[in-house]
């Protein structure tokens, strides 16, 4: 990784320091490695913590990262029998925290690691999506102002690319005090 | 419970049968006695269903029936670790999969409890809910026709009645062959 | 109006001053008195403003003020020949532009009547109404925050409360330097 | 137009036959000519009608048809003084009034042209736009169900392409009996 990336990383992503790993190193050691590409390091990083979550996060424990852009991220994940509902497809609230989580990580790895929380998240269903089907799911992030995230987020199913169910989150960046912001950890 | 209530639930809640247990007897014991309210009781039921819950269900596990009316139901719930996001407070994604699961049994419970899909859903996030505050959640059926069920949920602390979530969940009934309805099984 | 009361709304409401007044004289002398009811007062003002308007928000310039709290307001409208689709009935793009001018109004009048933009709007629709049928619509203002504001709007026939409509509005505050505060013109 | 567009618009596009003309025949002599895109001729036929609307459709009189396909439309506007609020950008009401009408022309247009009613939109609000701007608005159908159809829609300035807006509307096919399905007329 070269001079003119790092510092373009610290002014966009001051918050997660190249030099400070954001979970155990032998996770780190299992990412695939790509080093031109800083918004997809991010989002291995962001998108691994949440494997060893203990908290709600874990919803989100069997998405894997597939790609990332200076304005949105992908993701995929099997449906499997945890994802939902009695009738064995995937469960609408799964669903919609996978909008909540994965977008906010959009944000998190394509502008701002800070601090932020959610002002308002919706789901239209489409389509179900049965045990064993493969989801790829793209999170984008559609404006971000001095104060709030808009983001939006496309499920599809990987075999035929049908759409499975369409999101929307904004969300608000905590104040942060100018001088608490330089020793500010990673977010997420 | 006397004939006239029976056939009220017969036309209301036909999928319901009285004799046919929802779930493990044992658990049944557990429940407070209601024999005045039909409402209550299917809410004590359904809710407790998901106690056993190993699908995307078990996000409402820690529900807990509070009361039912003919258009609306009342459960509680203590924000727990398996609740929150990394600063602690209620995950966006646990409130949306609330809103998910309490609205639906709202509908089952005071309307029909047949099969339905979601077709829209979304939430407002007002203030956080720290570990161990105690929510009263508070779904309520806005419209049922044909077709559709409309509902809203809020989410209140206990303690000060404040607002820290609400929502809206819009269902589509599946469509059910006439002479299949008469032997349909409970749905939740 | 008492010193306290006019200190009050000097902090509250604080583009609003008393002796500025918001429209025609000849109009205001139409109002009905109340000079109990600051809020009722304002919502007078607000309201009556719309009638003279050129620009979109002609859309609401046959609501009239029924109530307000410190919390909401209530008008009234009947439904009219520009309100209606095809069909007849209140047209689903007037009850939208309704739930962005009352809700926005909502804040003025309760809180702050400062520079603010729309950031998300949804309407979930129950009921048609038709020509001539009288609706009374109330706006609530669930939380005013330093950025934002998170507002809610019914819609009922008068005639037996039947629900027609139900939406939200999210606000946020423009940005406005201390210093320009004190001599902000009312903004609606 | 052969046989084969007529056979498969008398299957798609039941309720807009050929030889019966949507509005007045001058307007139509006005109408740029497209043979080989019916949608694209659809489109032009349905929104030419909102120009002598009378009714809140007139909110999208000065709206003109740029292009169509099987699946979405698009229009553009100049925004205008009857489109703007009093800080002279695009109202929000206006905005959402768009969405509703736009996107169910997109529907008529591309899928079925029966009557349908709203029960769900919202819009998230990006950028103002000013008095003279021009607006590109894509409506695309997302899903049409047998008794719902999903669609979205994008505002983008056309200088530079920026987001303005984008919404959302479902809407619920109202249930026709089939033998008056024969003989219904255009719907929009």
Chains 1, 2, 3, 4 share one sequence.
Do not use: C, W
Not at 83 to 108: E, F, M, Y
Not at 124 to 129: I, K, N
Not at 143 to 166: H, P, S
Request: proline share 5%; no cysteine.
């Amino acid at each position: 990784m070269g001079t003119g990336i790092e510092s373009s990383t610290s002014n966009i992503f001051q918050t997660l320091p190249a030099n400070k790993p954001l979970f155990d190193p032998l996770l780190m050691d299992l990412l695939p490695k790509n080093d031109n590409n800083i918004y997809q390091q991010r989002l291995e990083q962001i998108i691994y913590r949440l494997k060893t979550s203990n908290n709600f996060n874990k919803a989100a424990k069997e998405i894997y990262p597939v790609a990332a852009t200076s304005s949105s991220i992908v993701v995929e994940m099997v449906v499997g029998k945890d994802h939902v509902n009695n009738k064995g497809t995937l469960h609408g609230g799964q669903t919609a925290a996978l909008v909540d989580i994965v977008t906010s990580r959009a944000v998190a790895v394509t502008h701002k690691n800070i601090p932020m929380s959610s002002t308002d998240l919706s789901v239209s269903y489409f389509l179900p999506a049965k045990i064993g089907e493969n989801l790829i799911i793209t999170a984008t992030v559609l404006k971000v102002g001095r104060t709030m995230a808009f983001t939006e987020i496309e499920f599809r199913r990987q075999v035929d690319d049908a759409l499975i169910a369409k999101g929307k989150h904004n969300l608000a960046f905590l104040p942060i005090p100018q001088d608490k912001m330089e020793n500010l950890g990673p977010y997420y």
